[in-house]
């Protein structure tokens, strides 16, 4: 039929974990790759954006990997360097995922502003398209959106909530 996407659903598990700051919801693949991380009361917008980047997407309950529930609690429980355990992949546009791999080297306890992560992909010009590449990343706090300021140090924008991105900084030593 005309209009129609011929191009399969994904299928994904879909898990849920207990943090510090609410219930994460962990969606993976057949591979055991994250391939989105959200909270609880902010399912729509994942839903919504798993569908922007995916097409058709079924969530089934399933578990994910041990290791991967491991490494996020460790994180939670103050060895920040367990997020770098965590595979992962993302779907988006090339300029998306510059974003969203930059994103991953910076380290934690450390901030970055827009602009300053726009220069460091080579587009200096690019600061409110690197916003909004940050705002539609799907895996938080292991591509650590959360980490990305106002050019004045401010808490700017976070899916999550404002609330969730001060705290994340500040469990990882950032005074905010």
Not at 54 to 83: I, N
Not at 90 to 116: C, D, E, R
Request: charged share 20%; proline share 6%; hydrophobic share 40%.
């Amino acid at each position: 039929m005309p209009g129609r996407s011929t191009k399969p659903s994904a299928s994904f598990g879909l898990d849920r974990l207990t943090t510090p700051i609410g219930i994460a919801l962990l969606v993976t693949d057949a591979e055991g790759a994250l391939r989105a991380l959200d909270w609880e009361d902010y399912e729509h917008r994942m839903r919504e954006l798993l569908r922007l980047h995916y097409g058709a997407v079924d969530l089934s309950d399933r578990p994910a990997p041990a290791s991967m529930r491991t490494a996020l609690s460790g994180y939670f429980e103050g060895d920040l360097s367990q997020l770098s355990a965590i595979a992962w992949r993302i779907a988006g546009t090339p300029f998306q995922q510059k974003v969203w791999n930059a994103l991953a080297h910076i380290p934690a306890g450390t901030t970055m502003s827009y602009g300053a992560l726009a220069a460091k992909i080579d587009l200096p010009k690019a600061i409110r398209a690197v916003g909004h590449a940050n705002g539609s990343n799907p895996i938080s706090v292991v591509l650590p959106c959360h980490r990305l300021i106002g050019a004045d140090g401010s808490l700017v924008k976070y899916g999550g909530g404002l609330a969730r991105k001060r705290w994340l900084l500040r469990h990882e030593g950032v005074e905010v």
